[in-house]
């Protein structure tokens, strides 16, 4: 299995920016899709961004196109979330979460593994 830490989350100025970054341990990062996940109080755990395993498809969430970047580091076994343009609704804890296999999803149930989740909070 895989071991997932997430990491930068914090309170931000709307219109600022926050990079999150997931740690993943083991040997075998490279054989899970990963992706980004986020739920607000009230609100279900939604997606919000993914990447594939070698890193050449990446899907997002409309909320955050055009804002957020999903990017991984093979070397580093690392899987960032580059969060610009920050809003308010944005607002929310962040989760990491992988799956092994070769098709992304962008779904949560799909996902067997996650991380512990980091909050970002983004003031008005």
């Known amino acids: 299995q895989v071991q997932l830490v997430e990491s930068g989350g914090g309170l931000v100025q709307a219109g600022g920016s926050l990079r999150l970054s997931c740690a993943a341990s083991?040997?075998?990062?490279?054989?899970?899709?990963m992706g980004w996940f986020r739920q607000a109080p009230g609100k279900e755990r939604e997606f919000v961004a993914v990447?594939?395993?070698?890193?050449?498809?990446?899907y997002y969430a409309d909320s955050v196109k055009g804002r957020f970047t999903i990017s991984r580091d093979s070397a580093k076994n690392t899987v960032n979330l580059q969060m610009n343009s920050l809003k308010p609704e944005d607002t929310a804890v962040y989760y990491c979460?992988?799956?092994?296999?070769?098709?992304?999803?962008?779904?949560?149930?799909?996902?067997?593994?996650w991380g512990q989740g980091t909050q970002v909070t983004v003031s008005s």
């Open positions: 990447i594939s395993r070698n890193g050449g498809t990446t």
């Open positions: 083991g040997r075998t990062f490279s054989d899970y899709g």
């Open positions: 979460a992988a799956r092994l296999g070769l098709v992304v999803h962008t779904t949560p149930a799909q996902y067997r593994y």
